[in-house]
């Protein structure tokens, strides 16, 4: 029984066989990434000794945040805004501005901070406060969203994005939007108060915190098919306390699947068409090149949502609680829901900031 109760999050792959700096190889813990390990020394700065959580194994070697961070590093002394990186109660010398959870534009502390490890406890079962679907273009988020909070609207709910466009005829405050003057909301946006924000044809448009927080203190649980880059907002505050769940393109079969059904009720994704009819008076050949440019364009747009879902969850793997493949509507729904029931049944290891 160990009396040092610190756990950590593993966020990267480590195979002791592959480290050319472990002085003996047979004294390394491999380990996975999303394993949780229970650090039981952190006196030598270079090595932690650790076990795995739930397995009987042994105690063994793993690289600290110190060791692995100077291996890994990319970050140019002048971005460097993390000076030592303090966990499990040691004490640390961090210079970090304030606005690195408040703000979209995250690029420069993303190239400052690398997140090796993350120190965890863990919760008895309880609900998380939002939901956050995420995933490339197409892959089903807002239809997921909006089928969730219609299935069981006092328990989910969703929120209203402000916009500086002026409403359209029949348009009101509220239904689709709120209606706010450009001024208004850039001024909100420098004090922070959007979770995010970007801008279309000249007008922004953003979702404001303070309307999760509505959503929150009604009792529901706050739906989101956010951006990637509002993760950290939500990951690292204990207001929010989000369950993510990834929702991933399917194979290239499945996709064309898909996009078929979206034009058959009227949607396509490309506006290249042509008249076949209108094509063979003139060349037979011309309507042929025509059909293969319009199928390779469509595969084009097939691996550039499968190579845009792979990459994304790759960036943002540390903040996804949940991934789950939309081969099927049906089917996908069911499994978010299952997700979400399991919260309030399973013990959960959650970020120790949520709790201390």
Request: aromatic share 10%; hydrophobic share 35%.
């Amino acid at each position: 029984m160990f009396s040092f109760q610190c756990y950590m999050r593993a966020l990267f792959d480590y195979d002791p066989l592959e480290d050319s700096l472990l002085p003996c190889k047979e004294i390394g813990l491999t380990f996975d990434h999303g394993d949780i390990l229970q650090i039981v020394n952190q006196k030598d700065p270079n090595w932690w000794q650790a076990k795995k959580v739930g397995l009987n194994g042994p105690v063994g070697l793993i690289p600290s945040q110190e060791l692995e961070e100077r291996r890994k590093a990319f970050v140019k002394p002048e971005a460097d805004y993390v000076h030592k990186i303090g966990i499990c109660g040691t004490r640390i010398s961090k210079k970090k501005r304030k606005s690195m959870y408040q703000s979209k534009s995250n690029s420069e502390f993303d190239k400052a901070d690398l997140l090796l490890y993350e120190e965890v406890t863990r919760m008895p079962p309880f609900k998380r406060r939002t939901l956050a679907l995420i995933g490339s273009q197409g892959v089903g988020r807002r239809t997921l969203k909006n089928r969730l909070i219609n299935s069981d609207p006092e328990k989910f709910g969703g929120v209203v994005p402000f916009t500086s466009r002026p409403p359209r005829v029949l348009e009101e405050d509220g239904r689709g939007y709120w209606f706010i003057d450009r001024e208004t909301m850039e001024e909100e946006i420098r004090e922070h108060r959007f979770l995010e924000y970007g801008e279309h044809n000249g007008h922004l448009y953003g979702t404001k915190l303070d309307s999760i927080r509505e959503v929150i203190r009604h009792g529901k649980m706050c739906v989101l098919d956010c951006s990637p880059a509002a993760l950290k907002i939500l990951h690292n505050s204990s207001e929010f306390m989000p369950y993510v769940i990834f929702i991933a393109a399917p194979g290239m079969e499945q996709l064309k699947h898909l996009y078929g059904m979206s034009r058959s009720i009227g949607s396509s994704s490309r506006n290249l068409t042509f008249d076949r009819a209108s094509s063979i008076r003139y060349s037979s050949r011309r309507a042929r090149t025509l059909e293969s440019l319009a199928s390779l364009y469509e595969e084009e747009d097939l691996r550039q949502t499968l190579e845009e879902s792979a990459c994304l969850q790759r960036t943002y793997d540390m903040y996804i609680d949940s991934v789950i493949v939309n081969e099927d509507f049906d089917v996908t729904f069911r499994k978010v829901v299952e997700a979400l029931e399991s919260l309030s049944t399973e013990h959960q290891w959650v970020p120790v900031n949520w709790v201390y």
